[in-house]
């Protein structure tokens, strides 16, 4: 059998043991997490240091062989898939570089580092990171930054590309860009950082960030609410944003997907009743400006407060010593909105763990389904409300017979839409399909994203374009800025090698 020549270059290049081409263990890197889209490659090469993914990258772009450039794989778009053949670029080599700069409270982070250890790294120095997400075990750092992930704090600390000072980059050709000081103050040229940042792969390929880290928590408290609709806990999550300096979290769920998720999970009733819809919503202290102490039921009718953070009972003993804890804070803020009913609230580490659950677990209790569709998307809070509304009765008047999971943060105005029971859930992930599902789910897709459009909303907002959406672009992007993003991709990548089949529409 004729050696290929190009992963005979590669092997010369990065080593035999860097070009992977055993089937059973290429399998592992050609589909994504949700097991929707399902691609092929002739190998995976995995570099350990930027030198190594440039002389990948230059020796690609020499044969004219695209890549995909790919992280932890948790993405749910197709973005790091091969779904045309193209050789796989794993960066979860590059792994070795984690530093923190306590004194200017940065971090240097390689693209392979999980995000859970750079939290871990930034906690250790009393500090932490501003992103966080529920995949944070599996998701990595240089993968975050190729979607600007958004994640849980995101109405707290901002998406990542506000936490990005510096980049270090493998263009199209094989060439480095890398600027790493973390200067707070740097008006010496384009911002790259912000350029690659969602670029998923196309322009360049990140191989370490500097970041900006923020001070740790010393406290939270974490609430649930039941609301009579969902305009009313829009409302509520409008009302805490704009007058609660200290809120961190805003999600919405229903009643659907949280009673899926106490089944699902084995999980005890968080709340005494049954609510159409449910906001979880979590305060930060990272200044001390809250006092330890007692905690306080805020004068809210029904409330429950304790330790376990769901189902608890009874108000926790302690003396206030002149300041409201935090979990005060959150009581008398919550006592303050209209139409609650039935709150839940905790103030210690285990009982807001127990609560944040209910919204963490939503994913995977969907997912006992089979593989749902899947749609990050935002829209205008005045809207919002007719949306989560309409949705479901949208996805039902074309395929009756499959179920619509919403969840999201609601402070942004973003909404997960997750439908099940159409062909590509019933097909699970055993039919993960490249092309991202039939008929049936494109006519979902369409009526979904069209949906977004007319409201004057976004149709990706955490997980990218990817292969998923690339042909739904237009609707938020005009001819021109797509013309824009084109000129872009061709002075940086000018063979057209990274990542060529994912974000820009297919060329008429």
């Given at each position: ?105 940065q971090a240097t982070v390689g693209a392979g580092v999980l995000v859970s250890s750079l939290h871990r790294a930034a906690s250790a120095a009393g500090l932490a990171y501003g992103v966080d997400l529920a995949s944070r075990d599996s998701a990595t750092v240089g993968g975050t930054v190729a979607t600007n992930a958004g ?358």
């Amino acid at each position: 059998m004729a050696r290929d020549p190009v992963l005979e270059t590669l092997r010369d290049a990065i080593g035999d043991t860097r070009v992977l081409t055993d089937p059973d263990i290429v399998a592992g890197y050609v589909g994504d997490w949700t097991g929707r889209f399902v691609g092929r490659t002739a190998a995976v090469v995995r570099p350990v240091s930027t030198a190594g993914v440039a002389a990948v990258v230059e020796i690609c772009a020499r044969y004219g062989t695209p890549l995909v450039p790919q992280g932890g794989n948790t993405g749910l778009v197709g973005g790091g898939v091969p779904t045309r053949g193209e050789i796989v670029l794993s960066l979860r080599g590059l792994s070795d570089t984690l530093s923190v700069d306590t004194a200017a409270a940065q971090a240097t982070v390689g693209a392979g580092v999980l995000v859970s250890s750079l939290h871990r790294a930034a906690s250790a120095a009393g500090l932490a990171y501003g992103v966080d997400l529920a995949s944070r075990d599996s998701a990595t750092v240089g993968g975050t930054v190729a979607t600007n992930a958004g994640g849980l704090r995101v109405l707290r600390h901002g998406d990542t590309r506000t936490q990005l000072l510096g980049v270090e980059a493998v263009l199209g050709d094989g060439s480095v860009v890398s600027h790493l000081a973390g200067l707070p103050r740097d008006n010496t040229g384009y911002h790259l950082p912000s350029l690659l940042a969602g670029s998923e792969g196309t322009l360049g390929v990140v191989t370490a960030v500097r970041v900006r880290l923020v001070p740790a928590t010393r406290a939270r408290a974490v609430g649930l609410l039941g609301f009579a609709s969902v305009e009313r806990a829009v409302t509520a999550a409008s009302q805490l944003r704009n007058g609660l300096p200290a809120l961190a979290a805003a999600e919405l769920m229903l009643s659907p997907g949280l009673e899926l998720v106490i089944h699902a999970c084995h999980l005890s009733r968080p709340l005494r009743g049954q609510h159409p819809a449910y906001l979880l919503v979590e305060i930060a202290d990272e200044t001390g400006v809250y006092a330890g102490g007692g905690v306080t039921a805020g004068g809210i009718p029904g409330s429950t407060v304790g330790d376990a953070g769901a189902g608890s009972v009874g108000i926790g003993g302690g003396s206030l010593v002149g300041r409201a804890t935090v979990l005060e804070t959150l009581a008398d803020a919550v006592a303050s909105l209209p139409g609650v009913q039935d709150p839940s609230l905790a103030g210690d580490a285990r009982g807001c763990r127990a609560l944040w659950a209910y919204r963490e677990r939503h994913t995977e209790s969907i997912n006992t389904f089979g593989t749902p569709i899947k749609m990050d998307v935002t829209l205008p809070l005045d809207v919002l409300p007719s949306f989560v509304e309409t949705v479901p009765a949208t996805v039902a008047g074309i395929a009756p017979e499959a179920r619509t999971w919403l969840f999201g943060h609601v402070a942004e105005g973003n909404v997960h839409v997750n439908v099940t029971g159409t062909g590509t859930g019933s097909g699970g992930r055993s039919r993960g399909r490249s092309t991202g599902g039939d008929a049936e789910d494109r006519r979902i897709e369409d009526a979904v994203f069209g949906l977004v459009a007319d409201n004057g909303g976004s149709i990706s907002t955490e997980h990218g374009i990817g292969t998923a959406k690339r042909r739904w672009l237009p609707l938020n992007r005009s001819p021109s800025e797509i013309a824009a993003f084109r000129r872009l991709k061709q002075a940086l990548d000018p063979a057209g090698i990274l990542n060529p089949n994912v974000l820009l529409p297919e060329a008429p």
